[in-house]
């Protein structure tokens, strides 16, 4: 296991009012959407800060100036549907020499640096990792070599995503692994989910 090798996308919004989490302001409000993102940012910071691996993060906008840090590297998303933008930030980061790449999001708050291990584990045996959402998207997704195909003509934002990646891994005769079932933070509804499981550590209280 070459971890110098290995490399966590971080696929994140510039944090900016009404910008971030539009689903959960549809019912509590920008400010209070904005709040809950950079705490899921700040979240899904801390786990990857706890790998061994590098991190590319990819931001939507811009890049802030105060970022440099070691075993990090930062770049912006490219134009096009996040198909697109997934597909170049895999494409660029194999080209720096990583072997196998996954990337994920910052609206799984369940992720953990276990859970990172085991993905990079299931690339020492197969061609691609995925991790379910309960929604029918992904938190994670990863490989061992370039593969464009997994991003095309799909309905991003769906209940779909999962099964058609599923079956792009089975057309193009891919071995693949399958991480467990985690939530996604998308609606008020997921939120409060979120906070009734974690009730003892009193984030009801700061939210």
Request: aromatic share 12%; hydrophobic share 35%.
């Amino acid at each position: 296991m070459n971890q110098n090798k290995y490399a966590i996308i971080v696929f994140e919004k510039n944090p900016r009012l009404g910008k971030v989490k539009t689903r959960l302001a549809e019912t509590i409000g920008n400010h209070k959407a904005l709040e809950i993102y950079q705490y899921l940012l700040g979240l899904t910071h801390s786990v990857v800060d706890l790998t061994p691996f590098h991190k590319a993060i990819y931001y939507s906008d811009f890049i802030p100036k105060a970022v440099e840090k070691g075993n990090y590297s930062f770049e912006l998303q490219q134009e096009g549907d996040l198909g697109n933008k997934m597909s170049i930030s895999f494409l660029e980061t194999f080209e720096k020499g990583f072997e196998k790449i996954i990337i994920i999001g910052t609206d799984c708050p369940e992720i953990s640096p276990e859970l990172l291990h085991e993905a990079f584990e299931i690339l020492e045996e197969n061609d691609g990792v995925i991790g379910p959402a309960s929604d029918g998207g992904y938190y994670l997704l990863g490989m061992n070599s370039y593969h464009p195909e997994l991003f095309k003509n799909m309905i991003w934002s769906s209940e779909s995503v999962y099964d058609k990646t599923i079956e792009k891994f089975k057309e193009s005769d891919l071995t693949y692994g399958v991480l467990e079932v985690l939530n996604d933070i998308d609606t008020e509804e997921d939120w409060n989910a979120y906070l009734e499981k974690n009730s003892k550590e009193g984030l009801s209280d700061k939210f």
